[in-house]
């Protein structure tokens, strides 16, 4: 559904986005991630029309962005990053303005209105001005207005940025919901975000895409993905490296001895996460009569695969 | 209607629901009238004349009244989008820029037409006193309004350039104020003392004053009608200019 190529922009001699690059189908969840300033809501502008690319192309539903904007944003639902609306109209006089604009007038207007107010709990404040909103109600009225038209795109810049935990989760339940038959692209900086709702996720940091993926995938990338650690007693700290060392999967092990319990990691040959390697550890710890009271495999964390990428020059040339 | 008509007529819908909505439209109107009031029977001497006619004592005021109340009506139309950030929603709906910048121009030059229609007492005084000629009234208003679309069309372009509302009113005053001058008679007779004739009557064929001065004599010219068009034809323009290079640059 959405097709961006080599995408650049500049603003003046600072380019904001520097040839990126992915495709957004129908069903999937696109979390798009980055550090402030990377070119997030740069990238995300242009794929709305609301900034024309200084060269590259995106294409929604088949639509060239720049060749045929209205038919294009037609298909496209946004929501802006500071969530913008007209604070003097009501909910539902701002939400009727941009149905009508949508093309839903009348009946089919009022039924849209009335079906995304139920979808962004609104019900409650249709009728009060946009102004006198807490924040979270200002936010998800923007959000209401771009899922009104039922669009086959969403984009959606920090759709959770500033709500309580409750309606963090509302949203990304509904972000859930909706991504089973739409392209949703929205960018966020709250990584557990990612795993609670994206199919794929793309880091991008200073204009350039560094990394792209599943959330598995990605947090594969960090450098304990697929180890596995566990605590035992029974034996000495280099008898249970030994033992551990001798394992046909191992490359390498190291153990430790912390007020009794030897800590142990035991990296595999082959990287990825599956539970082979924990199911061999558990045998041989078995085998050996130790007692452990913890086993786990390392899925590898997000966050610091986000900051390898994205920190300069540190640790992101170790682990390409 | 047509797909872009609809669209233009849904944004002035807004835009003159904006106006209504919020004491603006009241205040605007209250003080347009009470100086028209007071232009009209104080200081344009429309007892004392003797004459039933509008030209001097009521429309002769307009281009001055214009020059403020014109931009504070529309200084807003564009500032007040860019500074709140629902310019990036607007654009980036399924409509044109054209669009957007054709309904909130309608929309408030039919609030000024509503402010200009509410004159009426004063046609109905003249009525009352003497006997007017009811072309000239009429061809008067008309002069009227267009002269108040030309401000605002200004006005819309200043408003583009910049989130500050105030700045937008200041730049649209001076603008105006510029058609003012550039063909009132004391600034032309100081152009004339110096200058070649052509350039004296090139600075004056800018000016509104000569355009709307035809029409208070009850004459509507084709040459004053294509005047003030194309005054609003080419801010109007100039403003989808500045909105394209906003996103550009």
């Known amino acids: 559904m959405i097709h961006v190529e080599n995408l650049v922009k500049e603003f003046g001699t600072k380019r904001a986005v520097n040839g990126v690059s992915f495709t957004v189908n129908k069903g999937e969840i696109l979390g798009f991630l980055g550090p402030n300033g990377a070119g997030k809501s740069t990238t995300m502008r242009m794929i709305t029309g609301f900034l024309p690319p200084t060269a590259g192309h995106v294409t929604v539903g088949g639509h060239d962005v720049a060749i045929e904007p209205v038919a294009a944003k037609k298909l496209i639902g946004y929501l802006p990053e500071s969530a913008p609306a007209y604070s003097d109209m009501t909910v539902h006089g701002f939400l009727s303005f941009i149905a009508e604009l949508r093309g839903l007038r009348g009946a089919a207007g009022q039924d849209a209105v009335h079906r995304v107010a139920g979808m962004c709990v609104l019900e409650s404040v249709l009728h009060q001005s946009i102004d006198t909103l807490s924040k979270g109600y200002r936010h998800r009225t923007c959000l209401a207005q771009s899922i009104i038209h039922d669009p086959q795109v969403l984009v959606l810049d920090e759709p959770t940025d500033g709500l309580d935990p409750n309606q963090k989760h509302e949203i990304r339940q509904l972000l859930k919901r909706l991504g089973q038959n739409k392209a949703i692209i ?37 450098e304990l993905a697929g180890s596995v650690s566990l605590r035992v007693q029974g034996a000495a700290a280099e008898t249970v490296r030994g033992k551990l060392g001798g394992l046909p999967t191992v490359e390498r092990t190291t153990a430790r001895e912390e007020s009794g ?50 920190l300069p020059d540190t640790v992101t040339s170790k682990s390409e | ?213 035809s029409f208070q004599r009850g004459v509507v010219d084709f040459r004053d009608l294509l005047f003030f068009t194309s005054i609003m034809v080419f801010s109007l323009f100039t403003t989808s200019v500045i909105l394209r290079g906003l996103r550009s640059s």
């Not at chain 1, 050996?288 to 997000?302: N, S």
């Not at chain 2, 439209?25 to 007071?38: D, E, K, Q, S, T």
């Not at chain 2, 860019?82 to 820029?97: D, Q, S, Y």
């Open chain 2, 1 to 213: 209607m047509n797909e872009s008509l609809r669209n233009i007529w849904t944004i002035a819908k807004r835009e003159l629901g904006g106006y209504f909505n919020s004491p603006v439209a009241y205040v605007f109107i209250v003080i347009f009238l009470l100086l028209n009031g007071f232009f009209t029977f104080m200081l344009g001497q429309f007892f004392e004349s003797g004459e039933a006619s509008l030209t001097r004592p009521f429309f002769s005021w307009h281009p001055w009244l214009y020059l403020f109340l014109v931009p504070a009506a529309g200084m807003r139309l564009w500032a007040e989008e860019r500074r709140v950030g629902t310019l990036e929603l607007l654009l980036t709906l399924p409509i044109t820029a054209w669009q957007a910048i054709a309904g909130k121009f309608a929309a408030s030059w039919i609030f000024l037409g509503i402010a200009l229609f509410l004159t009426f007492p004063v046609v109905g005084t003249v009525y009352y006193l003497g006997n007017p000629d009811l072309g000239a009234i009429l061809a008067g208003y008309l002069g009227s309004f267009l002269l108040a679309g030309a401000y605002l069309a200004v006005t819309v372009m200043t408003s583009a350039m910049t989130r500050n509302q105030v700045i937008s009113f200041i730049l649209s005053v001076v603008i105006c104020f510029f058609l003012i001058l550039a063909g009132w008679e004391p600034v032309t007779n100081l152009l004339v003392r110096w200058a070649p004739t052509w350039l004296v009557e090139t600075v004056a064929s800018f000016s509104v004053m000569p355009h709307f001065a």
């Open chain 1, 261 to 310: 319990w030897i800590h142990a990691r035991v990296f595999p040959k082959s990287k990825g996460v599956n539970g082979d390697l924990a199911r061999t550890v558990a045998e041989l710890t078995v085998r050996e009569g130790w007692r452990f009271d913890e086993l786990h495999t390392e899925e590898g964390r997000l966050d610091e695969v986000f900051r390898s990428f994205t």
């Open chain 1, 186 to 222: 929205f960018s966020t900086h709250i990584l557990e975000e990612v795993d609670a709702v994206c199919s794929r996720a793309i880091i991008i940091d200073r204009g350039v895409i560094v990394a792209n993926g599943t959330p598995a995938e990605l947090r594969g990338r960090h």
